[in-house]
């Protein structure tokens, strides 16, 4: 019974201590060539791109090198919110002491009716303890932090990543370049395109995220850091709903209030009708992302950003 009771007090300790740990440290241990420790490793940037997987997929990051002499990087989580986004923000300016010459924060409409929550568990683990406590802040103001949520965002969430970090390391260190994708994307072809489902009519706007956009441009401007607002093409059909529409004449509204500049997907001659640019209505194919990105530096240019 004694060497029982001490096993599970043994085990309970080491389970403690690791929690502990991951809540702490994992921001502080080396991931390569994606999130926030990674970009901050990089030292001075002229671009960096912060944003969800949208931007992962849609950016040739060797195009943005060799457009500014290697200082490119991309910051992006699956299913990135605005009010994560901007405790990123807040990560980068604390914790590092390089310079940036420009920031550039995705655009997406359908953003601001994502219920903030917990998207990705990399967002969590690329956070200090400060930052994390700050995005829990935001769940439970929302009413999005009961028990279950607690236990997934202190306990579980990235001790995966933790237990597996030599085996996934070397996987993700290869699978990606400066927060970029670098596997040969295909397109899913016109009929997969053309056909597949999906229904936003529901969705609703969350106060929450277009307060945290407007959070995002109040601290660019206070903190004098040079920023802009970039919207990738989507695949026409979901740029085309009605819906998509309405949030984003909600957010060109939002923009010109605060008259910040912008990148819009209409601003730059790419072709979103073309299924050979597309894997789905919003990630691009490889042929596309490099498309779009020699385009946006082009644009970018004459408009003396870079």
């Given at each position: 019974m004694k060497k029982t009771v001490i096993s599970l007090l043994t085990a309970l300790i080491v389970i403690t201590a690791a929690v502990a740990f991951k809540n702490v440290y994992s921001c502080e241990i080396p991931i390569g060539n994606r999130g926030i420790r990674a970009a901050i490793k990089e030292g001075d940037l002229d671009l960096l791109f912060i944003g969800s997987s949208t931007f992962r997929?849609?950016?040739?990051?060797?195009?943005?090198?060799?457009?500014?002499?290697?200082?490119?990087?991309?910051?992006?989580?699956?299913?990135?919110?605005?009010?994560?986004?901007?405790?990123?923000?807040?990560?980068?300016?604390k914790r590092s002491k390089a310079g940036y010459g420009l920031m550039v924060f995705e655009l997406d409409p359908l953003m601001l009716t994502e219920e903030v929550k917990l998207s990705d568990s990399r967002v969590i683990w690329d956070l200090s303890f400060d930052g994390k406590r700050a995005l829990w802040g935001k769940l439970k103001n929302e009413g999005n932090a009961g028990l279950p949520v607690m236990y997934e965002y202190f306990v579980t969430s990235g001790m995966d990543d933790l237990i597996t970090y030599p085996v996934t390391e070397r996987f993700y260190s290869t699978r990606y370049y400066k927060g970029a994708k670098t596997d040969d994307t295909k397109s899913s072809g016109k009929e997969f395109l053309?056909?597949?489902?999906?229904?936003?009519?529901?969705?609703?706007?969350?106060?929450?995220?277009?307060?945290?956009?407007?959070?995002?441009?109040?601290?660019?401007?206070?903190?004098?850091?040079p920023f802009i607002f970039l919207e990738s093409p989507h695949y026409y059909r979901l740029e085309d709903d009605p819906v998509y529409v309405e949030y984003h004449k909600y957010f060109v509204d939002l923009?010109?209030?605060?008259?910040?500049?912008?990148?819009?997907?209409?601003?730059?001659?790419?072709?979103?009708?073309?299924?050979?640019?597309y894997e789905?209505?919003?990630?691009?194919?490889?042929?596309?992302?490099t498309v779009y990105t020699e385009k946006l530096v082009d644009l970018l240019r004459s408009r003396g950003l870079l």
């Open positions: 997929s849609n950016l040739n990051i060797h195009t943005l090198d060799e457009a500014v002499n290697d200082r490119a990087f991309i910051i992006s989580y699956g299913g990135n919110q605005y009010a994560a986004t901007s405790i990123q923000y807040d990560e980068i300016k053309e056909n597949e489902q999906f229904d936003i009519s529901d969705s609703v706007l969350i106060d929450a995220q277009a307060d945290a956009v407007r959070e995002v441009i109040e601290k660019c401007k206070r903190d004098s850091q923009m010109n209030e605060y008259d910040v500049e912008c990148v819009y997907a209409h601003d730059i001659d790419f072709d979103n009708h073309e299924p050979d640019f789905d209505m919003s990630h691009m194919s490889s042929k596309g992302r």
